[in-house]
C-alpha cells in the first residue's frame, strides 16, 4: 500500500486511519491487491477555503482498478472525514462490481 501527502505533513493517525479501513476492506473483499491513497490540501494561495481531496485505487485480481475519489465538488475541511467518506465510496464500488459478477455468472 501507497499513502501519499501532497501539501499537508504526514500524520500517523491518518495513515493510521487509511490501514484501518484498508484491512477492513481486504478482509470483505480478499481479491484486492494493490492499494494507492493521496491525500491531498488546498495549495496555500487557494481562495475558496480549506477543502481536502482524497483519491483512492484499487487494483483487483483480473479487473480494472477501482478509483473513489473527493474533491473539491464535495467539500471538506477534515481529512479524516473525507478519508472515511473516500472509502465508504470506494466499498460502495467494490459491492456493486461484485454484485455485477453475480448476476452475470446467473
Not at 474533491?71 to 466499498?91: I, K
Not at 459491492?95 to 446467473?106: D, F, I, K, P
Request: net charge positive.
Amino acid at each position: 500500500m501507497t499513502i501519499t501527502y501532497r501539501h499537508l505533513p504526514e500524520s500517523p493517525a491518518l495513515t493510521q486511519l487509511v490501514e484501518d479501513r484498508k484491512a477492513r476492506l481486504a478482509k470483505r473483499h480478499g481479491y484486492l491487491e494493490r492499494f494507492e491513497v493521496v491525500i491531498q490540501a488546498p495549495h496555500q494561495h487557494s481562495t475558496h477555503g480549506s477543502a481536502f481531496g482524497c483519491t483512492i485505487e484499487v487494483h483487483t485480481r483480473g479487473h480494472h482498478a477501482v478509483v473513489a475519489k473527493h474533491d473539491d465538488q464535495r467539500r471538506h475541511d477534515d481529512a479524516f472525514a473525507l478519508v472515511r467518506d473516500a472509502f465508504d465510496a470506494l466499498e460502495k464500488q467494490l459491492e456493486h462490481q461484485l454484485a455485477g459478477q453475480r448476476n452475470r455468472r446467473s
